[in-house]
Nanobody, 125 residues
Protein backbone atom coordinates (compact mmCIF):
# COMPACT_ATOMS: atom_id res chain seq x y z
CA UNK A 1 0.00 0.00 0.00
CA UNK A 2 1.00 3.59 -0.55
CA UNK A 3 -0.09 6.64 1.38
CA UNK A 4 -1.15 9.68 -0.64
CA UNK A 5 -1.68 13.23 0.56
CA UNK A 6 -3.13 15.88 -1.76
CA UNK A 7 -2.76 19.63 -1.42
CA UNK A 8 -3.36 22.75 -3.46
CA UNK A 9 -7.12 22.88 -3.80
CA UNK A 10 -9.14 26.02 -3.21
CA UNK A 11 -11.51 28.60 -4.61
CA UNK A 12 -10.70 30.27 -7.92
CA UNK A 13 -12.58 32.33 -10.47
CA UNK A 14 -13.38 30.96 -13.89
CA UNK A 15 -10.37 31.28 -16.17
CA UNK A 16 -7.96 30.99 -13.29
CA UNK A 17 -5.37 28.36 -12.43
CA UNK A 18 -4.57 25.97 -9.62
CA UNK A 19 -1.81 23.43 -9.08
CA UNK A 20 -2.56 20.29 -7.14
CA UNK A 21 0.19 18.21 -5.55
CA UNK A 22 0.12 14.66 -4.24
CA UNK A 23 2.91 13.36 -2.02
CA UNK A 24 3.36 9.60 -1.87
CA UNK A 25 5.04 7.34 0.67
CA UNK A 26 5.17 3.67 1.53
CA UNK A 27 6.42 1.93 -1.60
CA UNK A 28 8.53 2.44 -4.72
CA UNK A 29 6.82 5.47 -6.26
CA UNK A 30 8.65 5.32 -9.58
CA UNK A 31 7.22 1.89 -10.50
CA UNK A 32 3.56 2.90 -10.63
CA UNK A 33 1.23 4.91 -12.81
CA UNK A 34 -0.34 7.80 -10.93
CA UNK A 35 -3.71 9.33 -11.67
CA UNK A 36 -6.03 12.18 -10.79
CA UNK A 37 -9.77 11.69 -10.53
CA UNK A 38 -12.58 13.99 -9.50
CA UNK A 39 -16.05 13.66 -8.06
CA UNK A 40 -18.72 16.32 -8.15
CA UNK A 41 -21.76 16.18 -5.84
CA UNK A 42 -24.23 13.58 -7.01
CA UNK A 43 -21.93 12.27 -9.73
CA UNK A 44 -19.66 9.28 -10.21
CA UNK A 45 -15.94 9.58 -9.67
CA UNK A 46 -14.36 10.26 -13.06
CA UNK A 47 -10.92 9.99 -14.59
CA UNK A 48 -9.06 13.26 -15.16
CA UNK A 49 -5.47 12.38 -16.04
CA UNK A 50 -2.77 9.75 -15.60
CA UNK A 51 0.99 9.66 -15.93
CA UNK A 52 3.04 6.51 -16.44
CA UNK A 53 5.76 5.36 -14.06
CA UNK A 54 8.59 7.09 -15.95
CA UNK A 55 6.61 10.25 -16.66
CA UNK A 56 6.87 9.75 -20.40
CA UNK A 57 3.27 8.69 -21.02
CA UNK A 58 0.25 10.80 -20.14
CA UNK A 59 -3.47 10.42 -20.73
CA UNK A 60 -6.27 12.96 -20.28
CA UNK A 61 -10.02 13.03 -20.22
CA UNK A 62 -11.41 14.90 -23.22
CA UNK A 63 -12.99 17.46 -20.91
CA UNK A 64 -9.60 18.65 -19.60
CA UNK A 65 -7.35 18.07 -22.60
CA UNK A 66 -5.41 21.21 -23.47
CA UNK A 67 -6.16 22.84 -20.11
CA UNK A 68 -4.71 20.44 -17.52
CA UNK A 69 -1.20 19.00 -17.34
CA UNK A 70 -0.17 16.04 -15.22
CA UNK A 71 3.46 15.51 -14.28
CA UNK A 72 5.54 13.70 -11.70
CA UNK A 73 8.84 14.08 -9.92
CA UNK A 74 10.07 10.63 -8.95
CA UNK A 75 12.91 12.08 -6.90
CA UNK A 76 10.33 13.82 -4.70
CA UNK A 77 7.68 11.06 -4.80
CA UNK A 78 5.19 13.67 -5.95
CA UNK A 79 2.65 13.96 -8.74
CA UNK A 80 1.17 17.28 -9.88
CA UNK A 81 -1.88 18.48 -11.74
CA UNK A 82 -1.59 21.94 -13.26
CA UNK A 83 -5.07 23.22 -14.03
CA UNK A 84 -5.46 26.24 -16.30
CA UNK A 85 -8.48 27.97 -17.83
CA UNK A 86 -10.66 26.55 -15.10
CA UNK A 87 -14.41 26.35 -15.63
CA UNK A 88 -17.26 26.11 -13.12
CA UNK A 89 -17.87 22.54 -14.31
CA UNK A 90 -14.39 21.63 -13.02
CA UNK A 91 -15.70 22.09 -9.48
CA UNK A 92 -15.27 18.81 -7.61
CA UNK A 93 -13.24 16.98 -5.01
CA UNK A 94 -10.01 15.91 -6.69
CA UNK A 95 -8.37 12.64 -5.71
CA UNK A 96 -4.87 11.38 -6.30
CA UNK A 97 -4.54 7.65 -6.92
CA UNK A 98 -1.80 5.07 -7.38
CA UNK A 99 -2.05 2.04 -9.67
CA UNK A 100 -2.44 -1.26 -7.87
CA UNK A 101 0.13 -2.96 -10.11
CA UNK A 102 3.52 -1.84 -11.34
CA UNK A 103 4.60 -1.06 -14.89
CA UNK A 104 1.28 -0.65 -16.65
CA UNK A 105 -0.96 2.24 -17.73
CA UNK A 106 -4.57 2.29 -16.53
CA UNK A 107 -7.35 4.85 -16.36
CA UNK A 108 -10.21 2.91 -14.76
CA UNK A 109 -11.11 3.66 -11.17
CA UNK A 110 -10.89 -0.04 -10.40
CA UNK A 111 -7.28 -0.23 -11.51
CA UNK A 112 -6.06 2.07 -8.77
CA UNK A 113 -5.42 0.52 -5.39
CA UNK A 114 -4.55 3.52 -3.24
CA UNK A 115 -6.34 6.85 -2.88
CA UNK A 116 -5.74 10.14 -1.17
CA UNK A 117 -8.28 11.88 1.01
CA UNK A 118 -9.22 14.38 -1.69
CA UNK A 119 -8.92 18.14 -2.05
CA UNK A 120 -11.78 20.49 -2.92
CA UNK A 121 -11.56 22.62 -6.05
CA UNK A 122 -14.28 25.25 -6.49
CA UNK A 123 -14.47 27.41 -9.59
CA UNK A 124 -16.79 30.39 -9.41
CA UNK A 125 -18.41 31.93 -12.46
Amino acid sequence: QVQLVESGGGLVQAGGSLRLSCAASGRTFSSYTMGWFRQAPGKEREFVAAVGWSGGNTLYADSVKGRFTISRDNAKNTVYLQMNSLKPEDTAVYYCAADALAYRMVVAVGGFGSWGQGTQVTVSS
